[in-house]
Nanobody
Framework: QVQLVESGGGLVQAGGSLRLSCVAS????????MAWFRQAPGKEREFVAT????????YYADSVKGRFTISRDNAVNTVYLQMNSLKPEDTAIYYC???????????????WGQGTQVTVSS
């Protein structure tokens, strides 16, 4: 049974940092692309960042480029999202996803976690 479990969310002041983690189990996660999406209240789920199976390729949404960094450690089946210089508009539920292709489209990902809340206060 495939399972993705996110952690690391919380409340932080604007300008602060958080590091999200997503642990995969139930399949060989190291051969799949991994991504982070987020969904703010009343808005659609949007792409944040993705990383290919080896970690050699990453891609970011313009809104987080230069502030967020995605990485992975295949030895422990974990993908990370380091979030720096956080802004109130980064407030959302952050979801981890796994799929065959490292791109921005939601439909490219087959497995999703339950999400972790990130709240940035001004």
């Amino acid at each position: 049974q495939v399972q993705l479990v996110e952690s690391g969310g919380g409340l932080v002041q604007a300008g602060g940092s958080l590091r999200l983690s997503c642990v995969a189990s139930g399949y060989t996660s190291s051969v799949y692309a991994m991504a982070w999406f987020r969904q703010a209240p009343g808005k659609e789920r949007e792409f944040v960042a993705t990383i290919n199976w080896s970690g050699s390729h990453t891609y970011y949404a313009d809104s987080v480029k230069g502030r967020f960094t995605i990485s992975r450690d295949n030895a422990v089946n974990t993908v990370y999202l380091q979030m720096n210089s956080l802004k109130p508009e980064d407030t959302a539920i952050y979801y981890c996803a796994s799929g065959n292709s490292a791109d921005w489209r939601r439909t490219s990902y087959d497995y999703w976690g339950q999400g972790t809340q990130v709240t940035v206060s001004s």
